[in-house]
């Protein structure tokens, strides 16, 4: 029994229908979150390596996503490293003084003594 050439047409436009799909959704995202950060454009490279290795690995294991769990797990913290950085940057010097941000209760508390 050949195979059906069919199952290969399908198997392309279903990729072609998955990317659509996977653009449409990023557009959805950034149209509610707004579009990416300074430091995300930085490591862009990085982050776009990240996502496509976790593509393939979710697409030649698709019964079997905690294949990739490893793989996910660093590219989560890899970003929230440096969300987090970015967040300790901006607390730390929010004017660009240098200085460490204070509260305002400390600014206005009076010496009791």
Request: charged share 35%; glycine share 6%.
């Amino acid at each position: 029994m050949q195979p059906v050439p069919v199952a290969k047409s399908w198997k392309k436009r279903s990729l072609e229908v998955e990317e659509t799909e996977f653009g449409r959704s990023l557009q959805r995202v950034q149209e509610l979150f707004g579009k990416p950060v300074k430091w995300a454009k930085e490591c862009e490279g990085e982050i776009g390596k990240f996502e496509e290795e976790l593509i393939h690995c979710y697409q030649r294991y698709p019964n079997e996503p905690l294949q990739c769990s490893n793989l996910a797990r660093r590219y989560h913290r890899f970003v929230f490293a440096r969300q987090n950085a970015e967040i300790s940057k901006i607390r730390v010097d929010p004017e660009g003084s240098g200085e460490p941000r204070t509260s305002r209760s400390s600014k206005n508390t009076k010496n009791p003594h």
